[in-house]
Each structure stands twice: as C-alpha cells, then as structure tokens.
C-alpha cells in the first residue's frame, strides 16, 4: 500500500496566489481530514470528510479555504488569496471510518509545506 | 474544547534509558487515543492506539497506557537508541467527534 499521497511536497508562492494542495487516501479509506500544522498552535483539523461528504468544516480558518473530495480517492486543499498567515505544513489523513473490525486509525501523508511570501 | 497536554515539551536522555512521555487530557470522553511520531520535516507515523476500553497497547520498545477516568496516558519507550531521537505527538479523538486534538508533542533527544 502506497500509504497516504499529498501533492506538492512543497510550495512557495506570493502572497494574493490560488493555491491548490491535492491529497489522495489510502485504498479502501472512507473517512479523509485535512490537517494544517504551525509552531504556535501545533496539529489542527481544518475539515473532514466521510464517503466523500464533508462533516465537520468548522476549523476551516476562513472563506479563503475550501476543500473538496469529488471521489473516494481525490481531495483538494484550496486557498484563494494565500497570506502570509498561511504558512505552515498542511496534512491529509485517512481512516476506514466506521468499518468492522476497524480503529478507526488515522494515517497520516507526508505533508505539504507551503511558504507564502 | 479538548485541551490536550505533553510533559515534558523537550528531553534529552543517553542512549540505553527507559525513559516516560506524558499526556493529559481533560475530557475523559474519548473514544481512543493514539501515539504518533514526527521526525524533522517528515509526516506523522502512527505508534500506538488505545481504544477507550482498553488499559495499555504494547509495540516492540513501545508500551502505551491509558487511565481514561484521571485523563492520562504514558508512552514507555524501554532502551531507547539514538533512532529514537523525534517529536512524540499524543493524540485523543472523544466520543463526541472523529477528528484528533493534538498535544505539542515532546521533542526526544538520545544520546549515543
């Protein structure tokens, strides 16, 4: 299993950019959050989703952010203006929520660090 | 709102101690707790995960304990190697909900 994918590993872009971070879950996963990681205030969800509808967006800092899961195996981080503010490292995570015989364990991708100037 | 506590935020210990994370948390209504570890600039990788039910979880080097009633968990890490050496992040999902609330984490030093 190729574990959880996040594309860019990084990004750089100015301040007042689209920015776009993509997230595909592990195989089989029903359950996908967003998470954005900051020196200051640590690991926090943004939003999650379960079979593809999102549940909980209420960490989802402002309108600037949305998130979209169109299938089973894609979902998109999108910030439209970018800010300075938005620096940090964002994560994607999976589980098979609600599943038999199931922890409901996340795992958690690489992450994407984006850098807005 | 979940409040979720590491002690100690940083620790520095020679190769071949025992050696004890801590973790709080103030809402004893949680469904599981998870141990994770970060190494600089890398993603999290899952440990240990304690469902609520249950009193400890052991991994190798690992053991992971849970007293959900007093709101803490403990990750033992026994002989511990300089490949130790990484943020050890502490993770609780309550009842309530299916997103995690983090601790700081605990950055781990070890020695050769």
């Known amino acids: 299993d190729a574990g959880v994918i996040q594309s860019p590993r990084h990004e750089v872009t100015e301040m007042g950019q689209e920015v776009t971070l993509r997230c595909k879950p592990i195989?089989?996963?029903?359950?996908l959050f967003w998470y954005r990681q900051t020196m200051m205030r640590g690991l926090e969800l943004l939003i999650y989703?379960?079979?593809?509808?999102?549940?909980?967006d209420s960490g989802m800092p402002e309108d600037r952010f949305s998130a979209k899961m169109p299938n089973a195996s894609f979902s998109t981080l999108k910030i439209q203006p970018s800010e300075p503010r938005d620096s940090a490292v964002y994560f994607c995570?999976?589980?098979?929520?609600?599943?038999?015989?199931?922890?409901?364990?996340?795992?958690f991708g690489p992450g994407t660090r984006l850098t807005v100037l | 709102k979940q409040e979720v506590t590491q002690i100690p935020a940083a620790l520095s210990v020679p190769e071949g101690e025992n050696l004890v994370l801590n973790c709080s948390f103030t809402?004893?209504?949680?469904?599981?707790l998870q141990w994770f570890r970060q190494d600089p600039g890398k993603g999290l990788t899952s440990l240990l995960l304690i469902q609520s039910s249950q009193r400890e979880q052991t991994s190798g080097r690992l053991n992971a304990s849970l007293d959900k009633s007093s709101g803490r968990s403990t990750l033992y890490i026994a002989a511990s190697q300089p490949g130790d050496s990484a943020t050890y992040l502490c993770?609780?999902?309550?009842?309530?909900?299916?997103?995690?609330?983090f601790g700081k984490g605990t950055s781990l030093l070890v020695t050769p």
């Open positions: 995570a999976s589980t098979p929520w609600g599943r038999l015989n199931s922890y409901n364990e996340q795992f």
């Open positions: 993770a609780v999902r309550p009842n309530s909900g299916y997103a995690l609330n």
């Open positions: 809402d004893s209504a949680i469904y599981n």
């Open positions: 195989s089989g996963h029903n359950s």
């Open positions: 989703f379960n079979n593809n509808v999102p549940i909980d």
